[in-house]
């Protein structure tokens, strides 16, 4: 970004993206008192967004922050939403996350895994940018769909 | 069974299958220190009988015992190892347990959902015997592979 990065706020300029849309979404859905409605979209993302620097300092060591947990169930809960949105193939999420930081997250739709992330240092969690944000987003979302159309009779199984 | 009941020992006899000797294996496999080399395989087995009046008695409020979780988990761990030794296919276990006793539980191979299980009320897991162990085992078992069979390109992907 050629932009003096002192005139932009943290995470960067926020890009027009059907995936941040829709985790936007997401996170306002879970706010059932309206406690976040005067809250803009950037603070809501704002917690998805670790530098680099950051990331080197967050220690990898202790259970990871249920905080944490929440924020990449819902990064995976849009990327469910938004295929059902282009595919109509519904999912389910499951995870299974050691203690540790390290573990598998996958999206189901029938019999099929339309997702499956091995992660480590979950602890470090994040995006550079909102930009970086959306673009894993959109391309897991992609990546799920091209799946689906490759076993569909599975998916609908 | 037309065996007096007082004459046989909990859980009723112990019959031949491929699984109940999967799943002593799976058991004596976690014992590393050698503590349960002199139990027999009735005792291995004895926490998965629970009788029809037993099950009433059991409260479903509260979390599911950890004791109980590995039992769960050993369970599916013996039909995913009795479908590699079958199939060849080699397959990894996931739950979602929500705290009060019920989820999914499912194997997947590749980006095949080969067994998908929805529990309820797992506070009170168990079976009325050692057949009824085994027979859920087999069929669960075979259910995995005709999955598999039937979606082979999934499995492999």
Do not use: C
């Not at 059932?32 to 967050?58: C, F, M, N, Q």
């Not at 050691?98 to 895994?113: K, N, Q, T, W, Y």
């Amino acid at each position: 970004m050629s932009a003096d990065p002192d005139t932009l706020p943290r995470g960067g300029a926020m890009p027009t993206s059907e995936f941040l849309t829709q985790l936007i979404a997401v996170i306002r859905a879970e706010d059932s008192h309206g406690s976040w409605d005067a809250k803009p979209d950037a603070d809501l993302l704002a917690d998805y967004i670790v530098t680099r620097e950051e990331r080197r300092e967050i220690p990898i060591i202790g259970d990871p922050d249920p905080d944490l947990l929440w924020r990449v169930e819902r990064f995976y809960d849009a990327i469910a939403l938004l295929l059902e949105r282009r595919t109509g193939a519904q999912s389910a999420q499951m995870s299974k996350i050691h203690h540790e930081g390290f573990g598998r997250i996958v999206l189901i739709s029938g019999r099929l895994v339309v997702l499956s992330k091995h992660v480590r240092d979950l602890h470090r969690f994040g995006f550079e940018s909102f930009a970086a944000l959306a673009e894993a987003g959109d391309s897991m979302t992609a990546d799920a769909a091209a799946t689906l159309a490759r076993f569909p009779d599975a998916a609908r199984a």
